[in-house]
């Protein structure tokens, strides 16, 4: 059974890119999360989904991220524009309910320079 | 704001030994509390899941306790191995799907 699949894996661009990072949960999941990772402040919750609604976004950082999930098998995060600030690992992860156990992605590495 | 901390500095242990990792948490009561462990360049993969009235959780080599009273769970690895090393994270989740991340323990098991 096909884990949390993300792309790209890494990812370089310029400050005022565009960026898009895309997701597919695993089949049956209800549940996708965004996280963001970094040596500073750890794994941050960015924003979840349940049944391709957005539940919480509180954790996004601003109105340059924004997320959608157009259906069950497909999610992407968008940093418009990108700032080298945003340079992290970004992790996708699913669950079959809220209080279940997370499967994640092997994340998209990040470089804003 | 809840507040989670780990093992603030990295844990060495010899090969054989028991490997303790600590979490504690203010200002939240969480429902349950799970581990995962996360290697170089992957996503974290689940371990346990240990809840509110439950004291105690094994699986294999693994030891979960939680206490609710001293907001703390730790976490052990028996007879350790240098397969084990890696980083450790737990996380908090409450009846509100709110759910938070500590920033992890990097563990190095030395044969």
């Known amino acids: 059974d096909a884990g949390v699949i993300q792309s790209p894996r890494h990812e370089v661009t310029e400050m005022g890119q565009e960026v898009t990072l895309r997701c597919k949960p695993i089949?049956?999941?209800?549940?996708l999360f965004w996280y963001r990772q970094t040596m500073m402040r750890g794994l941050e919750l960015l924003i979840y989904f349940n049944n391709n609604v957005p539940i919480d976004d509180s954790g996004m950082p601003e109105d340059r991220f924004s997320a959608k999930m157009p259906n069950a098998s497909f999610s992407t995060l968008k940093i418009q524009p990108s700032e080298p600030r945003d340079s992290a690992v970004y992790f996708c992860?699913?669950?079959?309910?809220?209080?279940?156990?997370?499967?994640f992605g092997d994340g998209t590495r990040l470089s804003i320079l | 704001s809840q507040k989670i901390e780990q093992n603030s500095e990295a844990l060495n242990i010899q090969e054989g030994k028991t490997a303790t990792l600590t979490c504690n948490y203010t200002?939240?009561?969480?429902?349950?509390l799970q581990w995962y462990r996360q290697d170089p360049g992957r996503g974290p993969v689940f371990l346990l899941l240990?809840?509110?009235?439950?004291k105690e959780k094994r699986k294999e080599r693994l030891k979960v306790t939680f206490d609710t009273t001293l907001k703390q769970s730790l976490f052990h690895i028996t007879a350790s191995q240098p397969a084990d090393s890696a980083t450790y994270l737990c996380?908090?989740?409450?009846?509100?799907?709110?759910?938070?991340f500590g920033t992890g323990t990097s563990l190095t098991v030395i044969p």
């Open positions: 089949s049956g999941h209800d549940y």
């Open positions: 996380a908090l989740g409450g009846t509100g799907n709110q759910f938070y």
């Open positions: 992860a699913s669950s079959s309910n809220s209080n279940q156990p997370q499967h």
């Open positions: 200002n939240y009561s969480p429902a349950y």
């Open positions: 240990i809840r509110e009235n439950e």
